[in-house]
């Protein structure tokens, strides 16, 4: 067997006993499918050093002395600890970003089927982020140490990538509830604010997951556009709303839904700026502003009384 499968093996067993609670390594080599024998193999020599306790459970602070073990690269300031919640955060926002991808194209086509199939994506979205809220929790219950101090940021960004997901909802439950497709005109600036908050989710987890800082300005400056297409897309719905009859209340009924998409997009880029401010806490104990986003768009609300 190589070094590389019997590490892939090792990870594996750890990803068991950290996130399933095995009572007995019979249990863990079931799960798996190999002997107790092997499992005891791999396991011994981190027992031994008390990375894996009797239980079946991990002490963290010294699980970073096998980090290397798995090739992942640390970030300057990471406790190797924390990789296997980085691995979920990194996973999760993969799903996030396929149910925001697969919304928008129920959206721009009109697909009932396909806007269905999202917002199924939106529970895993859900289940996702409870499994890193609890895995957070167990390893805090676990090492209470100055160490993991920081490690509710991963809860903090698991929440914001859910809240993108329930956002993402607006786009498949317009296409599932209204009347009409989104006309030809609208779906150009929708496309573009699709585009760059997409963007602007992937910037945000990039900087987070992996320590690129310097990313942010690109974040910034697609932060400025997005609100620009907003303001377009507003002012493209309002010039519609005035040419249609107030007697239909089913265009009437479409223009609000059609604006709540827009500012869904708006929301999006909001939330991938929070988790940039979130990563730079992480990782340069830089305290979050506690003025809210739209205050900081906007320097002449912060004077008013």
Known sequence: MTKKTKNSTLKAILDIILYEHPSTQDEIAEKLGITRRYVTKLLQPLITKGVVKRAYTLDLKKFDEFSEVFEEEKTSREHAGTLYIKEMIKNMSNHVCKQLDRSFEALSTYDDELASKA??????????????????????????????????AFSEVAYDLERIGDHSCQFANFTMKESYEVDPEMLVYLGEMYETAKKMVNYSMDIFLNEKLELKSKVMDYEEKIHALQKKALNCIATQMAEASFDDTERSTYYLSLSRVVKAFERIGDISIEIIDVSREFYENIPRTTTPERFRRNPKLSNLK
């Open 119 to 152: 917002l199924n994506m939106d529970y895993i979205t859900n289940n996702m982020h409870e499994k890193v809220r609890t895995s957070v929790d167990m390893a805090l219950s676990m090492n209470p140490s100055s160490e993991f101090s920081k490690t509710m």
